[in-house]
């Protein structure tokens, strides 16, 4: 049995289908993943072989974020369209003897894997990680950049009919293009190829609910866990042991505009609250601002471990760090930057396991207020108790159901 994974996304798209593959391998499978080259290390760090997919898009989002080149969203069309050639060469080049492709990530690669799957004749599925990116009456579409809503138009059922046409015109023209060239038929909706008429979605049913009822039969799996064994570094664990537990602040993988001007926000609110500092560098590269003893900084380190050891966690709000706070019963601030991010940060603050800050740039004022909220005992008493609630199985359900679905 082999299974091709394909996704041409930032860090929270590929972890997830790390904890997959683990779990796949360990039901005898043979695993492939096609992702940016961004992740070559992560990927050799579980033995996993990476064909690497496209350009890095750690460069990509740090020149758009400081201005190096126009906004992706003027050329949309254009790049969608080179970004399925693109993406079908490099898929179709390793999925000969695959028995599946499981795709998620930006839209027009998960086309291409799709395409590529229709023209081997084996099973596709794709995957969100988190509910707003599938059709529902119960919420609408994320506007595309550079397309935005008409005025005036509010009805969910009507903005996903137009998502439909935008998807088609900004999206649907170059994967019709490219199909057409390689002999395979047109596709009357982008969307609905990409997504397939029943979708998988790998979030936690606690934290990012399916809402019934639904036109879509959506499969919940439960967020695809990656268990991490790793022991943090001697002087992180130095830190930690030397004084109260301190606010987690990081951005992950956002390329986030004005760091330093952030960074000295985040410090200055943490301290405002009478605790010390431990920033994470991510793609952002926040730095020190100063050598007192209550900041320290860290890179790469394993968060569920860190997670249960803070006072609370600043985030952007990706899916993944959203759920590994929440079972690490850490309380959560999110600052949301874009995609999905807004959702979790919604989540966060329903539940009561952290605060939602308003708008992605934080001032000193505007995150000291929500890290009251966060730090306050009634939260960390809510976020300890939803701790308990996370599920842990989704990547083994996922496994089995993928190699049901393949052999079945």
């Known amino acids: 049995m082999r299974v091709l994974l394909v996704a041409y996304g930032s860090r929270g798209d590929i972890e997830p289908l790390v904890g997959l593959a683990v779990r796949l391998r360990a039901r005898g499978a043979e695993v492939q993943v096609c992702a940016p080259p961004d992740f070559a290390e992560l990927l050799d760090g579980f033995g996993l072989p990476l064909v690497p997919l496209g350009p890095s898009l750690r460069e990509l989002a740090t020149a758009e974020a400081t201005g190096e080149i ?5 050329s949309l069309p254009e790049l969608a369209a080179g970004l399925v050639a693109m993406a079908y060469d490099t898929v179709a080049a390793v999925a000969e003897g695959c028995d599946a492709v499981v795709g998620t990530g930006i839209f027009p690669a998960a086309a291409a894997a799709r395409s590529v799957a229709e023209g081997l004749g084996i099973p596709y599925v794709f995957v969100a990680y988190f509910p707003t990116y599938l059709p529902s009456p119960h919420h609408p579409p994320f506007e595309i950049p550079g397309r935005p809503f ?3 138009v509010t009805d969910n059922r009507a903005l996903w009919d137009l998502d439909v046409e935008t998807m088609n015109v900004v999206f649907g023209t170059g994967l019709n293009a490219h199909r057409a060239s390689i002999g395979l038929p047109l596709v009357d909706s982008f969307r609905d190829y990409v997504l397939t008429d029943r979708p998988w979605l790998a979030a936690d049913p606690t934290l990012g609910p399916w809402p019934e009822p639904a036109d879509l039969e959506v499969v919940q799996t439960g967020a695809w866990i990656r268990e991490d064994e790793r022991p943090l570094p001697a002087d992180l664990e130095a830190f930690l042991d030397a004084g109260t ?52 900084a860290v890179g790469e380190v ?9 006072a609370a966690v600043v985030h952007h709000g990706g899916a993944g760090t959203t759920t590994t706070a929440a079972r690490a019963g850490a309380p959560q601030v999110v600052v ?24 992605p740039v934080p001032t000193a004022e505007s995150l000291s207020a929500t890290l009251k909220t966060a730090l306050a005992p ?3 008493a809510r976020a300890a108790a939803v701790a308990g609630a996370i599920r842990t199985d989704g990547a083994e359900v996922a496994a089995k159901l993928l190699l049901d679905t393949v052999t079945g």
């Open 70 to 74: 126009p906004p992706l969203a003027e």
């Open 150 to 152: 008409p005025p005036g």
């Open 245 to 296: 537990p301190p606010v987690f602040v990081g951005f992950g993988s956002m390329a986030v505009r004005d760091a330093e001007d952030v960074t000295r926000a985040a410090v200055e609110a943490v301290r405002a609250q009478g605790c010390r500092v431990l920033l994470s560098r991510g793609w952002a590269d926040l730095a020190l601002v100063d050598d007192q003893d209550d900041c320290f």
């Open 302 to 310: 394993n968060q569920q471990a860190l997670f249960r050891r803070v």
């Open 336 to 359: 949301p930057q874009m995609g999905d991010q807004p959702y979790w940060a919604g989540r966060v603050a329903e539940l009561g396991i952290g605060a939602a800050h308003d708008g």
């Open 378 to 380: 009634e939260t960390h």
